[in-house]
């Protein structure tokens, strides 16, 4: 089972406990005394008693299970497979959503599959009318007849719930609540709330693009090599694996065009100063859609802002 069929796997739960081990002695603990630290008794009395520390133990299988930690003679570990500054206590975290983006999709890991299929599928609607709440899903993975293929046979808010909360952790997304009666409404995403999501990988890229261009300031690649390299480190981008699996069923895009979702991140990145778009004569063009218009660029390149 994934981490989006796993509700009480939270984000902020498997990281809270990668994050008491980044400065850990020898980023190592016994099981009982990480679980008395990060969820003592108290918090469980008259709660279920099958499982005294559900959320806890959810939170803690799931990042064993995907690799970022390891367990041995009931001791916890971060992996020590992990590349160093992944591991180390001044990066570890701030990485961690990177860490997470390659344990659970550039890495074969067949639990994490639908998860990515279904990030891969909301980056591929149009991001100027694309769902932002679970009813609004449901109704166009039922119309575009892929609910099957993404899982989601079974009708779940909490799944939503689940869904945002990955993808806006990881980078894909980012979610806002609108104001009603001049009350600001917070609450879990239902499909009546006013909890929305917006599907954009900003944030994703933004962290990411030093990496895309191998670490060399003001660095050039055309649009097609930036792809290449994008849909290699997470396969939920155009050409990527969980991509092309999203595209076969509602519909493949148009050469040479990128979905609406990676051009109007790259626009921000590029309304940012960290990026900028350049059309070459001679030079295959890439279309980026837009509100009521297309442009066509070459090559992006990285100006050296600060990210």
């Given at each position: 089972m994934?981490v989006?069929?796993t509700?009480?796997?939270?984000?902020?739960r498997?990281?809270?406990?990668?994050?008491?081990?980044?400065?850990a002695?020898k980023?190592c603990?016994?099981r009982g005394?990480?679980?008395?630290?990060?969820s003592p008794?108290?918090?469980s009395?008259g709660r279920?008693?099958?499982?005294?520390?559900?959320?806890?133990?959810a939170?803690l299988?799931e990042?064993?299970?995907c690799?970022?930690?390891i367990?041995?003679?009931?001791e916890?570990?971060i992996n020590?497979?992990l590349?160093e500054?992944?591991?180390h206590?001044?990066?570890g975290?701030?990485?961690l959503p990177d860490?997470?983006?390659?344990?659970?999709?550039a890495s074969?890991?067949e639990?994490?599959e639908d998860?990515?299929?279904?990030i891969?599928?909301y980056?591929?609607?149009?991001i100027?009318?694309?769902?932002d709440?679970?009813e609004?899903?449901?109704?166009?993975?039922?119309?575009?007849?892929?609910?099957?293929?993404?899982d989601l046979?079974?009708?779940?808010d909490s799944?939503?719930?689940?869904?945002?909360?990955w993808?806006c952790y990881l980078?894909f997304?980012w979610?806002?609540?609108?104001e009603l009666?001049?009350k600001?409404v917070?609450a879990?995403?239902t499909?009546s709330n006013?909890r929305?999501?917006?599907a954009?990988?900003?944030?994703?890229l933004?962290r990411?693009l030093?990496?895309?261009?191998q670490?060399e300031?003001?660095?050039?690649?055309?649009i097609?090599?930036?792809?290449?390299r994008l849909a290699?480190?997470?396969?939920?981008?155009?050409t990527?694996?969980f991509?092309e699996?999203v595209?076969?069923?509602i519909?493949?895009?148009?050469?040479n065009?990128l979905?609406?979702?990676?051009?109007?991140?790259?626009?921000?990145?590029?309304d940012d100063?960290?990026?900028k778009?350049?059309k070459e004569s001679?030079a295959?063009l890439?279309?980026?859609?837009?509100v009521?218009?297309?442009e066509?660029f070459?090559h992006?390149?990285?100006?050296g802002?600060?990210?």
């Amino acid at each position: 089972m994934s981490v989006l069929k796993t509700a009480l796997a939270a984000p902020s739960r498997m990281r809270g406990i990668f994050r008491y081990l980044l400065q850990a002695p020898k980023q190592c603990e016994k099981r009982g005394k990480l679980t008395s630290l990060l969820s003592p008794d108290k918090l469980s009395e008259g709660r279920n008693k099958g499982a005294e520390h559900p959320m806890f133990d959810a939170a803690l299988r799931e990042s064993i299970k995907c690799g970022l930690l390891i367990e041995e003679n009931e001791e916890i570990a971060i992996n020590f497979n992990l590349p160093e500054a992944s591991r180390h206590p001044q990066t570890g975290d701030k990485l961690l959503p990177d860490t997470l983006v390659q344990l659970f999709f550039a890495s074969d890991n067949e639990d994490e599959e639908d998860l990515g299929r279904l990030i891969a599928w909301y980056l591929a609607q149009d991001i100027y009318d694309a769902p932002d709440t679970w009813e609004k899903v449901e109704k166009l993975v039922a119309e575009q007849g892929v609910a099957e293929s993404l899982d989601l046979k079974i009708s779940s808010d909490s799944l939503f719930g689940q869904l945002a909360d990955w993808m806006c952790y990881l980078g894909f997304a980012w979610g806002h609540a609108l104001e009603l009666n001049k009350k600001l409404v917070v609450a879990e995403p239902t499909a009546s709330n006013k909890r929305l999501v917006v599907a954009e990988p900003t944030a994703y890229l933004r962290r990411n693009l030093k990496d895309l261009f191998q670490g060399e300031a003001k660095a050039k690649l055309s649009i097609r090599d930036f792809l290449d390299r994008l849909a290699k480190k997470c396969p939920l981008f155009e050409t990527g694996k969980f991509r092309e699996q999203v595209e076969e069923k509602i519909g493949d895009r148009l050469p040479n065009h990128l979905s609406t979702s990676t051009a109007f991140a790259l626009f921000r990145l590029q309304d940012d100063g960290c990026v900028k778009l350049v059309k070459e004569s001679d030079a295959d063009l890439f279309i980026f859609p837009g509100v009521g218009n297309e442009e066509g660029f070459s090559h992006i390149i990285l100006t050296g802002v600060e990210l």
